[in-house]
């Protein structure tokens, strides 16, 4: 079985940054950020595969945000610089044991979340 543990939300201004991690028990081959603001659907945000490093982003956030791996402390990281009041969210981390996809019904387990608050 697998135990996510996201840590490292908070409050932040607009045009500031917060770095989320996800601590990870178990193997699995990709991981992946989504987020899910109130009165909204779960959204993809952002993934890594846990062999080769690739990465996906959404649209919204390419070239604000940046995931990243640690494999030694099987950790995964989700930099978000120049935050916008739209990315408000809770961030919730991901994991599959299968190729890394934007589809959260594709992920075999979740962390509990983490609050992410941007000021305007």
């Known amino acids: 079985q697998v135990q996510l543990v996201e840590s490292g939300g908070g409050l932040v201004q607009a045009g500031g940054s917060l770095r989320v991690s996800c601590a990870a028990s178990?193997?699995?081959?990709?991981k992946a950020w989504f987020r899910q603001a109130p009165g909204k659907e779960r959204e993809f945000v952002a993934g890594?595969?846990?062999?080769?490093?690739?990465?996906d982003y959404a649209d919204s956030v390419k070239g604000r945000f940046t995931i990243s791996r640690d494999n030694a402390k099987n950790t995964v990281y989700l930099q978000m610089n120049n935050l916008k009041p739209e990315d408000a969210a809770v961030y919730y981390c991901?994991?599959?044991?299968?190729?890394?996809?934007?589809?959260?019904?594709?992920?075999?387990?979740w962390g509990q979340g983490t609050q992410v608050t941007v000021s305007s």
């Open positions: 991901a994991a599959a044991r299968a190729s890394m996809t934007r589809r959260a019904d594709a992920y075999d387990y």
């Open positions: 178990g193997r699995t081959f990709s």
């Open positions: 890594i595969s846990w062999i080769a490093g690739a990465t």
